[in-house]
């Protein structure tokens, strides 16, 4: 829950599992390594995140480090969750919400999802999920996503989602072998109320051009 009063530290410990629409959010487990691998170990997957083609045993090195991590109680600090579908209990994805800086009550949310299910608006849905947890509960102020503009996907997640586009840096990393171009997205917590029940029917959504576009059966 959001406490900012003066004698109480902000931090974020939510009630597991989290439920949106479709998806049930919660923390990885060792029992999670197989769908892990499903689409970590993939190349395509890691093409324009920070992280190269996992095995089992980084995994599983991951499972008992930082994935362990249930609760954001300091700065620096990040939580990565598992996306489960709610129909079936199956591990699809996975995303992580950071807390940069206390100070500045900074953000950052990334995501991560098993190709097999993409295309079902999953990956917005769980990203949503963790902007409420970083605005309502962890109580942040700002809220960044940053993407390789080549990475189409991601980058329509995050236009889906709301955020808005801030940047464009030019070749600003060499990344994998290649000069990266990065787009800069972000939501200031003024601007999530007009984004917090985009999806609450489970039916539709809109888009950047404010089309609305909707939603096809749940496979
Ligand atoms: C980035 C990534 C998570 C996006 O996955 P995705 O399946 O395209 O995204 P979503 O789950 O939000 O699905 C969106 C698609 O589902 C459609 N959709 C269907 N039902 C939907 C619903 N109820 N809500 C939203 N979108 C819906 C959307 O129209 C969209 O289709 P489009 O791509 O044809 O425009 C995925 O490509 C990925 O894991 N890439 C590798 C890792 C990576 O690069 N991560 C980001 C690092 S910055």
Redesign the pocket.
């Known amino acids: 829950m959001l406490d900012v009063s003066p004698n109480q530290q902000p931090e974020l410990r939510p009630a597991y599992p989290i439920r949106t ?2 998806l049930l959010l919660r923390p990885l487990t060792v029992g999670d390594v197989d769908a892990l691998l499903a ?1 970590r170990s993939r190349p ?6 920070p992280f190269d083609p996992m095995d089992r045993q980084l995994i599983s090195e991951r499972l008992a480090g930082h994935w362990a991590t249930v609760a954001l109680t300091d700065e620096g600090q990040g939580l990565t969750l598992g996306i489960e579908l709610a129909r079936t209990g199956e591990l699809v ?1 996975d995303v992580v919400l950071f807390w940069h800086s206390r100070e500045h009550r900074g953000g950052e949310i ?6 097999d ?11 949503h999920a963790l902007l409420r947890l970083g605005f309502d509960e962890l109580g942040l102020h700002r809220i960044v ?4 503009e080549r ?4 980058v ?2 995050a236009r ?1 989602l709301g955020m808005r586009q801030e940047a464009r840096l030019v070749q600003n990393e060499l990344f994998k072998g290649e000069w990266s171009t990065e787009l800069d997205f972000a939501m200031l917590a003024e601007e999530w109320p007009a984004h917090r029940d985009r ?1 609450a029917d ?4 809109r ?1 950047t051009d404010d089309s609305i ?1 909707e ?2 059966a749940v496979p």
């Open positions: 629409e479709r689409y395509d997957v890691c093409r324009y995140v994805g990334g995501y991560v999802l098993n190709p299910v993409a295309g079902h608006g999953y990956a917005t849905e769980a990203a996503a940053r993407i390789d990475n189409d996907a991601s329509k997640v889906r999806f489970g039916r539709q959504h888009d576009i939603a096809p």
